[in-house]
């Protein structure tokens, strides 16, 4: 399965932006995750099949993540942006989950794309 991601760029704070992961195929379990330099890869947003959405703490209520299962194509609507959400943004896929560590762990994906960088400046 091959993903690739698109929307990245720089922005000032307190803007908007919406990332786009399109699949090569459909792949029910979904995510985004996002790597800052020296910081570790962080789950940010997942959808499962038949599960309500999961956010990370530090998006909630300022990120949206949506699928068009038709298209193979995942979303991040992305507002109030601030200068920490500053990272290449990295979307994530599995055919099942449960390798442990939640919608939210590295571990659960096999799936990665190539990433899209995003800049917030203040």
């Known amino acids: 399965v091959q993903l690739v991601e698109s929307g990245g760029a720089s922005v000032q704070a307190g803007g908007s932006l919406k990332l786009s992961c399109v699949a090569s195929?459909?792949?029910?379990?979904m995510a985004w995750f996002r790597q800052a330099p020296g910081m570790e890869r962080e789950g940010i947003a997942a959808?499962?099949?038949?599960?309500?959405?999961t956010y990370a703490d530090s998006v909630k209520g300022r990120f949206t993540i949506s699928k068009d299962n038709a298209n193979h194509t995942l979303d991040l609507h992305m507002s109030s942006l601030k200068p920490e959400d500053t990272a290449v943004y990295y979307c994530?896929?599995?055919?099942?989950?449960?390798?442990?560590?939640?919608?939210?762990?590295?571990?659960?994906?096999?799936?990665w794309g190539q990433g899209t960088q995003v800049t917030v400046s203040s």
């Open positions: 994530a896929a599995a055919f099942f989950i449960g390798r442990g560590g939640g919608p939210l762990s590295p571990r659960e994906y096999v799936f």
């Open positions: 195929r459909f792949i029910p379990y």
């Open positions: 959808l499962e099949r038949e599960r309500p959405t």
